[in-house]
């Protein structure tokens, strides 16, 4: 077939393409012009083409300052910690859903558990604040009618840790356990029934069949999180962060935002995040290339 | 299946790479806002010219009432009428919300076309850093030319304020009182343990343990002896209390100034100061969760439910209608609070800070053709009865002159209380009523609260203006601070928050490590430039 012929039979799915490419060009590729700012000393008045060239300069102060390593570390150790805890749930939700007969039982627990993924993150923390805090959190004022000594959920370091990561379970949850469902409605029901007819009970099929099953979501999911160790979300660290436990909570994203957006550095605020993009992709393409070998699944 | 996957996962990824462009994009889409519908547009019958259009910022506080808004509203219209008509201008109003006003102005300053012709901030860094970076309009001699009256209003001491490396690159707003914080206590809580009013630092946490143990309001143990938060209003009185005397060369060099306030940190005495506030903390005395309350939100509450027994706070905030004291009078019966001059330092003064005698910084973008326009409408505020009518309303309907003083009428008509509700705002160029003495100020200052507050306002007005600190003004702006302020408040918190709340056998070491952390991170950088500039004022 010429390349006409071909263009003019399947005109209408390239067409179709369009809106998508011309959204990432505008609002994704577009904006990369702004990554020279991380090269010049950027000057709003003068506009980033006026502004002049410092070389590695910004580079250098970024990587000369303390709490970039800190705010790297929390990142990190965040994510990492998230990925233990968060990750996992969804998929044990999943499968836990998957096995209840009763269907109307199934679709409320699914829309309770769903519903934290649609409060914005900021009213998560005044939720939070009001639960949990020392002196008039309702938790601890339960602990403490009970005779217990109250727990600093938010002010001790490590406390807040765990309440950061089970209010992340909490918020994400539910909603995670959508991708695996989805999966699991692709397994061969007759494969199940197959193994319950050779006497596989329900621990045994989940192990033989529904988690090979779920293995290329698993594996695409972890991927992508893999890619995301480096960045994180701006507002549930900040929102349930405080003073008290800078020490953990202050990360990557809210050190942008203050030398950014709140002392105007536009210079060092584009280092770091340029800094996040090149190694999530070193991430990514990590794993990537781990999954390849390990499992032979892989998303490139 | 595994194609939607497939899809999500590379949203995902462009999503990762893209991350730095956040701050890029922000920019880009800061130039496609604003833009509002002109309704006057050719309104303008009695001049033949085309009238020019004037944009001035505005805070929003989001506190209109119905019918009207931020950029049309009784005083819009008023100044429309009187200013703009007789000039042939056009006034405009942009709204910037109050609570992220730099964040805020950054961009607009940013968008380079559409930003107002008369922007302001009360953040001096951010005034440095424009214009270090060339960004403003010299106002020096359009000042000469079309500001008489705003700079006869200002005098030559607020006006210095504005001043970047020589130039006149603001107009501060003149300040009609600068004290700034009094303590208050229960009354009644001291009445009952026969307790007198206590007088230094050291009979208050006698007073303080006293409300803990003898429980005084009956809470059964919900008691906060001290309310304390981490809001400068409520921990700069303790802690300037403990700051030691000392030489000027000190004084100038060991203060930082980060954001608008002058911070202790390396005066001598502020280790102490943490000190104290560990011992009361770990005794039981501060609420535990004060490093938590960042907007005094919770003290409010506290204070109004009669959990408090002391606090500081600004000179007149629990006296509003409906603010804590008020609510704490309807929450608990014989509930009373006197407003006290407590902390004493190593001279047996009351020493607290005061404010600069400026307030807001009042620019023009370099970028605004309209500089000559902006100036008049300055000095139009500034002249006549403009800026009086503007703070105080429409006589009869707002307010009595009694003795020279504007008095709120009481009961006024709900039209002649919405219509004040963005007069501050609106009069930019002075922080609080200007009757032409700080005396006459203050008492003005005092009527517009409810009348069973006046008298007790005027005591903590009093208190507010004893033995103040002044703020250290030095001869340039020192740019480590215009560049690691926002830094270094947070950690200056920090400290306070982390050193409060420490194990009293810790406490030495985490100081040291605070320390250390904060010189680090900018705090030597701002401890030098201030010795080197002090030393060029001395050779002067």
């Given at each position: 077939?010429?390349?006409?012929?071909?263009?003019?039979?399947?005109?209408?799915?390239?067409?179709?393409?369009?809106?998508?490419?011309?959204?990432?060009?505008?609002?994704?590729?577009?904006?990369?012009?702004?990554?020279?700012?991380?090269?010049?000393?950027?000057?709003?008045?003068?506009?980033?083409?006026?502004?002049?060239?410092?070389?590695?300069?910004?580079?250098?102060?970024?990587?000369?300052?303390?709490?970039?390593?800190?705010?790297?570390?929390?990142?990190?150790?965040?994510?990492?910690?998230?990925?233990?805890?968060?990750?996992?749930?969804?998929?044990?939700?999943?499968?836990?859903?998957?096995?209840?007969?009763?269907?109307?039982?199934?679709?409320?627990?699914?829309?309770?558990?769903?519903?934290?993924?649609?409060?914005?993150?900021?009213?998560?923390?005044?939720?939070?604040?009001?639960?949990?805090?020392?002196?008039?959190?309702?938790?601890?004022?339960?602990?403490?009618?009970?005779?217990?000594?109250?727990?600093?959920?938010?002010?001790?370091?490590?406390?807040?840790?765990?309440?950061?990561?089970?209010?992340?379970?909490?918020?994400?949850?539910?909603?995670?356990?959508?991708?695996?469902?989805?999966?699991?409605?692709?397994?061969?029901?007759?494969?199940?029934?197959?193994?319950?007819?050779?006497?596989?009970?329900?621990?045994?099929?989940?192990?033989?069949?529904?988690?090979?099953?779920?293995?290329?979501?698993?594996?695409?999911?972890?991927?992508?999180?893999?890619?995301?160790?480096?960045?994180?979300?701006?507002?549930?660290?900040?929102?349930?962060?405080?003073?008290?436990?800078?020490?953990?909570?202050?990360?990557?994203?809210?050190?942008?935002?203050?030398?950014?957006?709140?002392?105007?550095?536009?210079?060092?605020?584009?280092?770091?995040?340029?800094?996040?993009?090149?190694?999530?992709?070193?991430?990514?393409?990590?794993?990537?290339?781990?999954?390849?070998?390990?499992?032979?699944?892989?998303?490139? | 299946?595994?194609?939607?996957?497939?899809?999500?996962?590379?949203?995902?990824?462009?999503?990762?790479?893209?991350?730095?462009?956040?701050?890029?994009?922000?920019?880009?889409?800061?130039?496609?806002?604003?833009?509002?519908?002109?309704?006057?547009?050719?309104?303008?019958?009695?001049?033949?010219?085309?009238?020019?259009?004037?944009?001035?910022?505005?805070?929003?506080?989001?506190?209109?009432?119905?019918?009207?808004?931020?950029?049309?509203?009784?005083?819009?219209?008023?100044?429309?009428?009187?200013?703009?008509?007789?000039?042939?201008?056009?006034?405009?109003?942009?709204?910037?919300?109050?609570?992220?006003?730099?964040?805020?102005?950054?961009?607009?300053?940013?968008?380079?076309?559409?930003?107002?012709?008369?922007?302001?901030?009360?953040?001096?860094?951010?005034?440095?850093?424009?214009?270090?970076?060339?960004?403003?309009?010299?106002?020096?001699?359009?000042?000469?030319?079309?500001?008489p009256n705003l700079k006869q209003f200002l005098g030559e001491d607020v006006l210095s304020y504005g001043q970047f490396e020589g130039t006149q690159y603001a107009i501060p707003a003149k300040r009609s009182n600068l004290g700034k914080y009094a303590s208050f206590i229960r009354k009644d809580w001291l009445d009952k343990l026969s307790l007198p009013v206590p007088q230094t630092t050291d009979e208050l946490y006698e007073t303080l343990k006293a409300f803990k143990e003898k429980d005084p309001g009956e809470l059964g143990g919900q008691v906060i002896p001290l309310g304390m938060t981490i809001a400068s209003a409520q921990y700069e009185p303790l802690i300037w209390s403990f700051i030691k005397s000392v030489s000027e060369e000190e004084r100038y060099t060991l203060t930082q100034q980060l954001g608008s306030n002058d911070y202790p940190i390396l005066l001598p005495g502020f280790k102490d100061a943490l000190q104290f506030m560990n011992k009361l903390y770990n005794e039981g005395l501060i609420s535990k969760d004060f490093g938590l309350d960042k907007d005094k939100k919770k003290l409010g509450e506290d204070i109004s439910n009669g959990k408090v027994g002391f606090f500081s706070e600004d000179d007149i905030n629990i006296y509003y209608e409906n603010g804590s004291y008020d609510l704490l009078q309807k929450n608990v019966k014989g509930a009373e609070i006197?407003?006290?001059?407590?902390?004493?330092?190593?001279?047996?003064?009351?020493?607290?800070?005061?404010?600069?005698?400026?307030?807001?910084?009042?620019?023009?973008?370099?970028?605004?053709?309209?500089?000559?326009?902006?100036?008049?409408?300055?000095?139009?505020?500034?002249?006549?009865?403009?800026?009086?009518?503007?703070?105080?309303?429409?006589?009869?309907?707002?307010?009595?002159?009694?003795?020279?003083?504007?008095?709120?009428?009481?009961?006024?008509?709900?039209?002649?209380?919405?219509?004040?509700?963005?007069?501050?705002?609106?009069?930019?160029?002075?922080?609080?009523?200007?009757?032409?003495?700080?005396?006459?100020?203050?008492?003005?200052?005092?009527?517009?609260?409810?009348?069973?507050?006046?008298?007790?306002?005027?005591?903590?007005?009093?208190?507010?203006?004893?033995?103040?600190?002044?703020?250290?003004?030095?001869?340039?702006?020192?740019?480590?601070?215009?560049?690691?302020?926002?830094?270094?408040?947070?950690?200056?918190?920090?400290?306070?928050?982390?050193?409060?709340?420490?194990?009293?056998?810790?406490?030495?070491?985490?100081?040291?490590?605070?320390?250390?952390?904060?010189?680090?991170?900018?705090?030597?950088?701002?401890?030098?430039?201030?010795?080197?500039?002090?030393?060029?004022?001395?050779?002067?």
């Open positions: 077939m010429s390349a006409i012929a071909y263009l003019r039979r399947y005109w209408q799915l390239y067409a179709l393409l369009v809106l998508p490419l011309t959204y990432f060009i505008i609002f994704k590729y577009g904006p990369m012009y702004g990554i020279q700012i991380a090269f010049k000393d950027f000057n709003f008045f003068q506009g980033i083409h006026r502004s002049e060239w410092i070389g590695f300069e910004a580079f250098r102060e970024v990587f000369g300052m303390r709490d970039f390593y800190l705010t790297l570390r929390n990142t990190l150790m965040l994510n990492f910690l998230d990925l233990l805890v968060s990750f996992p749930a969804p998929l044990i939700l999943a499968i836990l859903l998957y096995e209840l007969k009763a269907v109307w039982f199934k679709k409320l627990s699914q829309t309770i558990l769903y519903i934290p993924h649609f409060i914005s993150w900021v009213i998560i923390g005044g939720i939070v604040y009001q639960v949990f805090g020392t002196e008039s959190g309702m938790v601890n004022n339960l602990l403490m009618s009970l005779g217990f000594e109250a727990v600093p959920f938010l002010t001790d370091k490590s406390d807040w840790l765990i309440t950061y990561l089970l209010v992340g379970v909490w918020q994400s949850a539910g909603w995670g356990t959508i991708i695996y469902l989805a999966a699991l409605t692709g397994i061969n029901k007759e494969l199940f029934e197959a193994a319950g007819i050779d006497g596989a009970g329900r621990l045994k099929r989940i192990w033989h069949i529904t988690l090979p099953g779920l293995k290329p979501t698993i594996v695409v999911l972890l991927i992508i999180n893999l890619g995301h160790m480096i960045s994180i979300g701006f507002e549930r660290p900040y929102v349930i962060g405080n003073l008290a436990v800078r020490e953990y909570s202050d990360v990557l994203s809210t050190f942008v935002y203050r030398i950014g957006i709140e002392s105007g550095q536009y210079t060092l605020a584009t280092v770091v995040g340029l800094f996040q993009a090149v190694v999530g992709l070193i991430f990514v393409l990590g794993a990537n290339y781990t999954s390849k070998k390990l499992t032979d699944e892989s998303i490139l | 299946m595994f194609r939607n996957m497939k899809r999500k996962r590379y949203t995902g990824t462009k999503r990762s790479l893209l991350l730095l462009v956040l701050i890029c994009s922000l920019l880009f889409t800061a130039c496609s806002s604003k833009n509002e519908p002109n309704a006057a547009e050719g309104a303008n019958g009695g001049t033949s010219e085309k009238p020019v259009t004037l944009k001035i910022e505005v805070f929003d506080r989001g506190n209109s009432p119905a019918g009207y808004t931020i950029t049309d509203n009784y005083w819009t219209k008023w100044i429309g009428e009187n200013f703009g008509k007789p000039n042939n201008i056009d006034v405009k109003y942009v709204p910037v919300p109050r609570s992220e006003e730099v964040e805020k102005l950054n961009v607009l300053m940013a968008s380079g076309s559409d930003v107002p012709d008369i922007v302001f901030t009360y953040d001096p860094n951010t005034f440095n850093r424009y214009a270090k970076q060339g960004g403003l309009t010299d106002l020096g001699p359009l000042l000469d030319e079309h500001g006197a407003a006290v001059d407590v902390y004493t330092n190593d001279e047996g003064k009351h020493a607290k800070p005061k404010y600069a005698p400026n307030g807001l910084y009042i620019m023009i973008p370099k970028s605004s053709e309209r500089a000559v326009e902006a100036i008049k409408y300055l000095d139009w505020m500034a002249s006549g009865d403009n800026l009086f009518t503007i703070q105080n309303g429409i006589e009869g309907e707002n307010y009595t002159l009694v003795d020279d003083i504007p008095v709120a009428v009481e009961n006024q008509t709900e039209e002649a209380l919405n219509r004040m509700y963005n007069a501050g705002d609106m009069a930019i160029i002075s922080n609080g009523k200007q009757l032409g003495s700080l005396e006459k100020n203050l008492k003005a200052r005092a009527l517009q609260m409810p009348k069973q507050f006046h008298e007790q306002v005027a005591v903590a007005q009093q208190i507010a203006n004893a033995d103040t600190i002044d703020p250290v003004l030095m001869d340039r702006p020192i740019e480590a601070q215009t560049k690691y302020a926002t830094t270094l408040l947070d950690k200056f918190n920090e400290i306070i928050v982390k050193m409060t709340m420490a194990k009293p056998d810790q406490f030495e070491s985490i100081y040291e490590t605070m320390i250390k952390d904060y010189m680090a991170s900018g705090g030597q950088a701002i401890l030098d430039e201030r010795t080197e500039v002090y030393k060029e004022m001395q050779s002067k």
